[in-house]
């Protein structure tokens, strides 16, 4: 039987693995996937809600404690690992997977194709994907950043890579939001099709710094500075400042509207909402606002139209607002905001030589702060 818990606790080490450390956990809905360090190996643990598979153990039990995903007759190494609602991918060093190129995997919930294997069915076992031209991978076949963009019922369920020297961007799955680039479902990678060249061109600048998928939309930032989104954009999350309650779709990527002179460092995309720290060591947020999560007041005036904009009841911004009360002596090292969190997280230098966690916006399980309001609307120490 699950629990509700509002304080930290600590996950503990499987056995034989005593000596290893956690990193780059994630968590889907009702489930965590983990790397763990150990020595030179780095492998995945999953562990909770196991309905559709997305354990990744071979079968459909729940497992409270953290459980090892394999891959049969392979001893691998993890390089890069994401985890949407109800599945997870992940890329497998390409020095440790028996052949040329990084190996590419997924399992769990599969009902929009964001698998990647041509069909909806789910998977309880680490499935390859084929995501390169042909019938084998190459050397040159590298994945530098991997992310998966919602994945419940009746919402997008995509999945998306970097590729080609982080030039090319590939997504499949659910085609109802825009975010494979077209408004067709994929139930495989269209390797012939990078999103980005076809909508901004292959000059240098268009590189793939970072990517970052929400509940019903998807942004990148690019080796320039300039931050683009496309997909679901009624609540703002788009941030270009255009389009907001009088728009639902759209499938090319939009420039963010970022402060003149500025450019992107990070970013977190968060439900329907997303983050930038940017190169003056500010923060900024979009899009809405209906649970505090861009950490700047209850109720938000937009800054291109000066009015309190509202859609399906909820406050949001169509561009940046900086946070103002936010606590900038020290650097800010991350930001943090999952695809379905409705709620933000920054580590921060502060005091100096320490780090701090800031959190701010949903907090009804006492995510953020533990027990106290249901909604913090200004960043809070953790």
């Not at 996950?11 to 965590?32: H, I, K, M, N, R």
């Not at 991918?89 to 919930?109: K, Q």
């Not at 975010?179 to 067709?184: A, F, Q, V």
């Not at 980005?196 to 990517?211: C, F, M, P, Q, V």
Request: net charge negative; charged share 15%.
């Amino acid at each position: 039987m699950s629990t509700r818990e509002n304080l930290r606790k600590s996950v503990e080490l499987p056995s034989g693995y005593q000596e290893g450390t956690w990193d780059d956990v994630q968590c889907g809905t009702s489930f965590t996937c983990a790397i763990l360090l150990n020595g030179s190996n780095r492998k995945i643990f999953c562990w909770g809600a196991n309905t559709y598979g997305q354990l990744g153990v071979g079968d459909n039990d729940d497992r409270s404690t953290p459980t090892l995903v394999e891959i049969e007759g392979l001893e691998y190494n993890t390089k890069l690992l994401t985890v949407g609602e109800q599945q997870a991918c992940a890329v497998i060093d390409n020095e440790n997977n028996g052949a040329d190129g990084d190996l590419l995997v997924c399992w769990g919930r599969n009902n929009g194709g964001q698998l990647g294997d041509g069909d909806t069915t789910d998977r309880n076992k680490m499935t390859p994907v084929n995501y390169y031209a042909g019938t084998m991978r190459s050397s040159a076949d590298v994945i530098t950043s991997l992310e998966m963009i919602g994945g419940g019922d009746g919402f997008a369920c995509n999945t998306c890579v970097v590729v080609n020297d982080q030039t090319c961007l590939l997504c499949w799955g659910h085609g109802v939001y825009g975010i494979n680039g077209g408004y067709g479902t994929e139930l495989a990678p269209k390797t012939d099709f990078c999103i980005l060249e076809k909508s901004l061109g292959t000059d240098s600048g268009r590189r793939i710094s970072e990517l970052g998928g929400g509940r019903l939309h998807l942004c990148v930032l690019l080796e320039s500075g300039t931050i683009h989104c496309w997909g679901h954009g009624v609540h703002g999350q788009l941030g270009d400042g255009v389009y907001g309650w009088s728009y639902n779709i759209m499938a090319s990527p939009k420039m963010v509207k970022l402060p003149d002179g500025r450019h992107g460092i990070s970013i977190a995309v968060g439900h329907a909402h997303a983050c930038t720290t940017l190169d003056d060591n500010s923060l900024w947020c979009w899009g809405s606002n209906g649970n505090g999560q861009l950490g700047i007041g209850q109720e938000v005036f937009d800054p291109v139209t000066n009015t309190a904009l509202y859609s399906h009841g909820a406050n949001f911004i169509s561009a940046p607002k900086k946070l103002e009360t936010f606590n900038t002596e020290g650097a800010i090292m991350q930001i943090y905001a999952g695809n379905s969190a409705q709620h933000c997280f920054a580590v921060v230098q502060h005091p100096a030589g320490s780090e701090t966690v800031f959190g701010w916006g949903r907090n009804q399980l006492g995510q953020i702060i533990g027990e106290g309001a249901e909604l913090i609307y200004s960043p809070a120490a953790c």
